[in-house]
Every structure is written in C-alpha cells, then in structure tokens.
C-alpha cells in the first residue's frame, strides 16, 4: 500500500510503499476513499519541517532545553546524535478520513465488513489504516455524500469545544476564526439553535453558514458592534477556533464575553491572560482536548474500553458520532466547504497549495481521493533502493520482526556502523513502523507476515524488538525455525515462557543472544580488566535514575511490558554478573510503597554471589532528569571504580585516573560486533546462559514478592 509520510529534516511529502496494517484484538481495517488534508495542523507541521535546525529550535525552546539537559548527563555528541536520528524518522500525516471496513478484530461487535466508516486519530494519509474499534464511526446510508464523513475529526473537536464551553439552545456564541473548523463550528452550533457572530481578519463569511453577523476581528469598534447585537450584555460563550501566532483571539474574547461568560480554545494561539476581566466578570477559560474524553488514553484509543455513557455523555468517538448523525439528519450539510479534490497520487499538490500556495488559489477543505490499487493488500514489498536477491561478502542476513522506536533510533544505527549486517527482511504488523525505518534503513523487503523472515533463506539471525509480551512467541518460532535470534530484553515475562525458550534453544542448535548490551560497554570492559576478583571479593552498587513513566504506558502493564523492573533492571542485574565472573546466588527485590508512584517501578534488588560478593541495584523513578540515569560503583581490594553514564569512569586507588568518552558508549556497536564473531564462528556464545539465569532468578523473585 501507499502511505504519505512528511520528513522532519526537509519538510517534503513523501509517497511511501509499506504492507498494509494486518487487523489486532479491538480493531478494525480500514480501506480509505477519502481523508481531509488540514490545512491548519498539517500545514504547520510541513512549514516545520521546511526550516533550517536554528528556526526549528527558536520555535520549539521546550524541546532545546531537553536537549542541554540531555547533554549534560549523556554527552554532546551522543544527544546531538540522537537529535538528529530523531529528524531522520518520516512523520505520518493525516488524522481523518473515511473508508470502508475490510477485516474485524476480535472484541469488535458493532461493525461488519463492508460497512463505510468515519475514522479519527489513527486515520492517516493511507491507502489502509488500522483504527481502534472507539475511533470509528459507521456512516447511514443517510447521508448520500460521504467525502462529508471525511471530516469527523473535526466535527469531534467542534463538538468538545461545544461541551466544555456548556453551550445552551438559544444562547449567543462567538466563533473567533472562520478556517475550516471555524465554520464546521458555527454550522453545529445553528444546528443547535444558537446565535452565531463570527469574526476573522478578513470576511470569510459564508451563504451557508448562517451567522447572525460577521465582524471583522481587527476593526476597533468590533466589541461595541458585539454589545450592539446582544442587548448590550455581550455574547454568552466564545469557541476560538482560530490558528493564529498572536494573542489577539484572546484579547478580543475577553472584551466579548458577557458576565459569568464561558471562552474555551479549540484552536491554536498565544495564551497570555489578562486577569481584570477575569475577575470584573468571573469569567472561565477552558481549553478543549481534541476530540474529547478518551483522547490520548491508551485503554480507550488502543485496547477498546469505553466510557460508561451514564458517567460520559460524549466521548471521543460519541462526539464523532454526533456529528455524522447531524450530517445524516440534514441537520447540517458542509458540502460547500470541499473547495478541492485531489488524487492521492497528487498528494503533492495539495501540499503545495496549502503551504506556499503558488497559483494563490481559495481553500477551505481539501480531500485526497483514493482510487483502486490492487497491490496495496501484497504481504511483502520490495525495496526500489534495489532488487537484491542474496546477502553478498561474509555479512550476516538480518531480519527483524518490530520497528519500534529503540529499533529505529538504537538498534539499526548501530548495526548499520558496524558494516558487519546486511538488512535482509523486516517484519512488522503496522504500516507505519515499516515505512518509518526502511525509508532510513533499507531493507530488501517488508512484510506483515513475520513468517515470510523465518522462511528465508538468506536470513541468519532474527531480531526481535515487539512489545515485551510477544518475545517469547517470536523467539521460540525462530529457533525453532533454526534461526539465530537476537532478543531486545527481556526475552519473557514468565518463568513458563523462560522454560519454552532454553528447551528451543538446547534443541535448535542455533544461537540466542538478549539485548543486555552494558557487559559490552567500554567502561565496563576496563573496570573488568584492572578488577581482581578471582581473589578478593568486590561490593556492587548501580544506581538507575530511571525517570517517570506514566501509569498508562504500555511498559507499565505487567501483562504487556511486564513492568519496569523486568523490562529494564535486568540490565544492571547482568552488567554486575559479567563483572564479578562467578554464579549468583541469590537474588532478591524490595519496593518502596510511596502513594506518589503507585506502579512497581521503585525498588532496591540485592544480589549475592558465589565470590562472597554482593550487589546492589536502585531502581528508581523519583530522581531528576537532571541526575545521571546510570551510575556505577565498585569497591575491590582498596580501590574504588565509579562510572557515570557510560560517559565517564574514575578510578580511585593510589592515585586518581580519570577518563571521559566524547559520546556515551553503552556497547551496543561492540555487542553487534559479538554477535556476528560468534554467527561466523570466531567467538564462543558466553551470553546466552548468562541472559538465561539473570531471567530465571530476577522473575522468580519478582513472582515472590
């Protein structure tokens, strides 16, 4: 299938060919007719885009202040590295459409193949988009135009607007902006029987969209014609609607807005609040979140729970709703706003039209069109960089199922400078992962059918970077297959799956390597090197300044991400077995009960080991971010190693030896380098048992607390 996508670094539109999304639990498979173009977010994304890195930094000082800090704890050239790897991922565009349902995931009742749909969020620029069941709407046969449907996201986001601003039947309402969803606005809230004024810079008023007066926002007597037309009391609500760099929208409301009056922003503008007429008038500000409750909370977009309609009148997918009934019942018709229709293969055009606008065309709402394109459905799509059939010289086949965002910005940049891979096959069940990482990194082929890596030949290894609750399934498969698997930890939630995992890898002949990649790190190597602990014991202790999660994040779910301390402690637990050599022992976990920080992500784990040594793991999500997130001391035989962050290492012991790296090196070159000396069978595999028995021992003391 075709996907558009906006690169960063240029601000050029970019028709991608990717496999089309296969169908999850909770979701529905779109095939898309037609998506809206947003002439205010997308044009402001691709305006973005289109300037040099000093104007994106003035613009964007929040994400600037990121970075210093970043560079302070992990080194200028790791942060300035990983910046730039960001700007190198193509963006998706697109966040309404509508379509036709072609495949139904489990848990999906309300909706059949073949049903014409409006679809929001997840509705991307896409010949196909998978979409959450919540985030579809079914269109009546009703309404006979359907390109209206298109525009449901922002019939959703009118709609918050009107909610949160408690609009009544028969009140005065301002809309300050007359774009798109200015209008879309003021047509609901006629539909409603309200009183419209709207107000713009210019008269972009409407035949159809009955207002009781347009006022031009910059003229100096717009507030008193305002009181003119409402008694003198002024309007009851305003929507701003309005994208605008100025805090003009925002001035005016307050002048507007009668006693006890309610302002909500649904649009984009400067926010600078004067607080006189606040508080002469008690007014409220309130701002919208897009298209209401529901929004940006996974359990509703992504895993299908809704909200009781008892306690939520109008959810995000309700509001949706809402408006296509409005369109169905001929409540309200927006047909005239569609001033153009593109190809989707023109996608460009459009583009241009809405950013640089050479023709000076007039614009309101802009539609792609897709046309009929059998290919779109083919599970495995070959690169155009070149029809490469075999992997040449002695570099290993690599296919990888997952591409995710530590696949794109750490794994693959990595694997790429060593030179020693070659990017054979990529697997992956969304569109959009796929495009986003072969656009950067080339591989021969994508697919959505991870069987087709296992099958291939010339594939060596398979890399496995999916959500934490399906490694266990691709690493089994692939052994099994007798390939080769490099796992990004951990490798499993459960002691059940670790059991499934080591009886394939003893039977496969193959080889298992896990993504704990501190052992390879530099530093490490020489704190390994000077330490003498064949002879006398060492004392460990790693402090991880994790930094907050929130609680709905995927890694957070035991069920999905296993929580924090399996998915990411399981590093310091192993960098402190390589170091001490010998078996551990014991190994324990003790978490702090803080009301603050609910989810199991605060801990102390102790280790012991055949040495006599012992260890100590601080795992912790209370810190700044400002503090290093890794620390490492080791106290042996009168004299103390401490490594901050993989940047650098002090060694204290009859003198002072300091050493400081230019960029953060957390071994993940020299692991990759491991791995291929082991797959061209230069070096033993002495990882995976080390991998195997940090698993088994942190899982069993996680399953006894």
């Known amino acids: 299938m075709k996907q558009l996508f906006l690169s960063v670094n240029s601000g050029e539109m970019t028709v991608v060919e990717t496999p089309a999304p296969t169908?999850?639990?909770?979701?529905?498979?779109?095939?898309t007719l037609y998506s809206v173009v947003s002439a205010g977010t997308e044009r402001s994304l691709a305006s973005f885009g289109g300037k040099n890195l000093l104007q994106k930094a003035m613009e964007r000082p929040d994400q600037v202040k990121k970075v210093t800090e970043k560079m302070s704890t992990d080194g200028i050239l790791t942060t300035i590295e990983g910046a730039f790897g960001r700007l190198k991922d193509p963006m998706p565009m697109g966040y309404t459409a509508v379509g036709r349902i072609t495949d139904v995931?489990?848990?999906v009742t309300d909706f059949r193949v073949g049903d014409i749909v409006a679809e929001v969020g997840q509705a991307y620029h896409s010949e196909v988009n998978r979409v959450g069941k919540n985030l579809v709407v079914k269109v009546p046969q009703e309404l006979e135009d359907i390109r209206q449907a298109a525009f449901g996201a922002l019939g959703g986001i009118a709609l918050e607007g009107i909610h949160q601003a408690e609009v009544v039947p028969g009140e005065t309402v301002a809309?300050?902006?007359?774009?798109?969803?200015?209008?879309?606005?003021?047509?609901?809230?006629?539909?409603?029987?309200?009183?419209?004024?709207?107000y713009d810079v210019v008269d972009k008023s409407l035949p159809n969209t009955k207002l009781k007066a347009f006022i031009n926002s910059a003229d100096d007597s717009a507030v008193d014609i305002t009181k003119s037309l409402t008694k003198g009391r002024g309007v009851d609500k305003v929507i701003i609607t309005a994208a605008a760099n100025s805090n003009a929208p925002i001035e005016l409301s307050q002048q507007i807005t009668r006693d006890r009056g309610i302002i909500c922003m649904i649009g984009v503008t400067q926010l600078n609040l004067d607080r006189r007429p606040f508080y002469e008038r008690e007014l409220t500000f309130k701002i919208a979140r897009s298209y209401g409750?529901?929004?940006?909370?996974p359990a509703y977009e992504e895993a299908g729970f809704d909200y009781p309609i008892g306690y939520v009148r109008f959810t995000e997918g309700r509001n949706v709703e809402e408006f296509i009934r409005l369109l169905a019942t001929k409540r309200m018709d927006i047909s005239d706003l569609i001033t153009h229709v593109f190809s989707?293969?023109?996608a460009a055009k459009a583009y241009e039209m809405i950013t640089s606008n050479p023709n000076h065309e007039k614009y309101i709402g802009v539609l792609l069109q897709y046309d009929e394109n059998n290919e779109k459905w083919d599970r495995v799509v070959k690169s155009l960089a070149g029809e490469k059939t075999s992997v040449k010289g002695d570099k290993i086949g690599f296919g990888l199922i997952g591409a995710g965002n530590f696949a794109r910005v750490t794994m693959l940049p990595a694997m790429q400078a060593t030179g020693l891979y070659h990017f054979k096959g990529l697997a992956t069940t969304g569109g959009i992962g796929a495009a986003q990482a072969n656009e950067v990194f080339h591989f021969d082929y994508t697919t959505n059918d991870y069987k087709e890596l296992l099958k291939d030949p010339d594939i060596d290894l398979i890399g496995i970077s999916t959500q934490h609750n399906s490694h266990a399934k691709f690493v089994i498969e692939s052994l099994e297959a007798g390939k080769s698997v490099y796992c990004e930890k951990p490798l499993c939630l459960t002691l059940d799956e670790l059991d499934r995992i080591e009886t394939a890898y003893r039977k496969s002949g193959a080889q298992l390597f896990c993504g704990l990649n501190r052992r390879h790190?530099?530093?490490?190597?020489?704190?390994?090197?000077?330490?003498?602990?064949?002879?006398?014991?060492?004392v460990y202790d790693y402090i991880a300044n994790a930094g907050f999660i929130p609680e709905n994040h995927w890694t957070q779910d035991e069920t999905k991400g296993g929580g924090r301390i399996i998915g990411e402690a399981i590093h310091f637990v192993d960098t402190i077995?390589?170091?001490?050599?010998?078996?551990l022992t014991d190994l324990k976990v003790s978490f702090a009960e803080n009301?603050?920080?609910?989810?199991?992500?605060?801990?102390?784990?102790?280790?012991?080991?055949?040495?006599?040594?012992?260890?100590?793991?601080?795992y912790t999500s209370m810190g700044s971010k400002k503090y290093p997130k890794e620390q490492l001391r080791v106290f042996s035989n009168g004299t103390v190693y401490e490594m901050n962050n993989y940047v650098s290492m002090f060694k204290y012991g009859s003198g002072k030896k300091k050493e400081i790296k230019l960029r953060q090196d957390k071994g993940f070159g020299a692991e990759y380098g491991m791995i291929a000396d082991v797959l061209k069978g230069k070096k033993e595999n002495n990882v995976a048992d080390h991998a195997l028995k940090a698993h088994r021992m942190l899982l069993q003391a996680l399953q006894q607390d």
């Open 293 to 297: 409750p529901g929004r940006y909370d």
């Open 577 to 583: 077995m390589y170091l001490d050599g010998s078996e």
């Open 105 to 107: 995931g489990r848990g």
């Open 595 to 618: 009301p603050g920080y609910p989810k199991k992500d605060n801990a102390i784990i102790t280790l012991r080991f055949a040495s006599g040594a012992v260890g100590t793991i601080l």
């Open 23 to 31: 169908v999850k639990d909770h979701t529905v498979i779109v095939e």
């Open 344 to 346: 989707f293969a023109d």
């Open 521 to 538: 790190a530099p530093l490490i190597g020489e704190i390994k090197k000077d330490m003498k602990t064949d002879s006398v014991p060492a």
């Open 175 to 198: 809309v300050i902006g007359l774009g798109l969803l200015g209008h879309i606005c003021a047509r609901i809230l006629y539909a409603y029987g309200c009183d419209v004024i709207g």
